[in-house]
C-alpha cells in the first residue's frame, strides 16, 4: 500500500508560483513511477505531467509545458510540481499519483494510488 499526501497548495496571483509537494509512505517509493492531475469544477481530471522511477524523464501536458517542472527525491520519498508563470486556467485541485506498472500511461486509471488532492487557484 502506498498512501499519498499532497501540500503546498493555496491562492496566488496570475503570474505567480507555487510548489506542490507529495509526500509518499511506501516501503520502495523509488519502484513507482509519479503523476500529477488536475480536476477543475465540472471538468474531467486531467494529466499534468509524470515522472518514472528514475526521475531522469519527465513528460508533460502540452499547456504547461516549459511552465511547470516535476521532480522527485528518493532518499525523502517526495514528489514535487514546481509550478511557474501562473495563469487563472490552471485553478484545479491537483492530485498526486502512484503506480508500480511498467510504462508510460497519460490516463488516470493507470494509477493505483492517489492523494486526496490539493487545491491551486489563480487569481487573475
Known amino acids: 500500500?502506498?498512501?499519498?499526501?499532497?501540500?503546498?497548495?493555496?491562492?496566488?496571483?496570475?503570474?505567480?508560483?507555487?510548489?506542490?509537494s507529495c509526500a509518499a509512505s511506501a516501503r520502495s517509493f523509488s519502484i513507482y513511477s509519479m503523476g500529477w492531475f488536475r480536476q477543475?469544477?465540472?471538468?474531467?481530471r486531467e494529466f499534468v505531467g509524470r515522472i518514472d522511477w528514475s526521475g531522469?524523464?519527465?513528460?508533460?501536458?502540452?499547456?504547461?509545458?516549459?511552465?511547470?517542472?516535476?521532480?522527485?527525491d528518493n532518499a525523502e520519498n517526495t514528489f514535487y510540481?514546481?509550478?511557474?508563470?501562473?495563469?487563472?486556467?490552471?485553478?484545479?485541485v491537483y492530485y498526486c499519483a502512484a503506480t508500480s506498472r511498467a510504462g508510460i500511461s497519460f490516463n488516470p486509471r493507470w494509477y493505483d494510488y492517489w492523494g486526496q488532492g490539493i487545491q491551486v487557484t489563480v487569481s487573475s
Open 1 to 20: 500500500q502506498v498512501q499519498l499526501v499532497e501540500s503546498g497548495g493555496g491562492v496566488v496571483q496570475a503570474g505567480g508560483s507555487l510548489r506542490l
Open 81 to 92: 510540481l514546481q509550478m511557474n508563470t501562473l495563469k487563472p486556467e490552471d485553478t484545479a
Open 56 to 72: 531522469i524523464n519527465p513528460h508533460y501536458a502540452d499547456f504547461v509545458k516549459g511552465r511547470f517542472t516535476i521532480s522527485r
Open 40 to 44: 477543475a469544477p465540472g471538468k474531467e
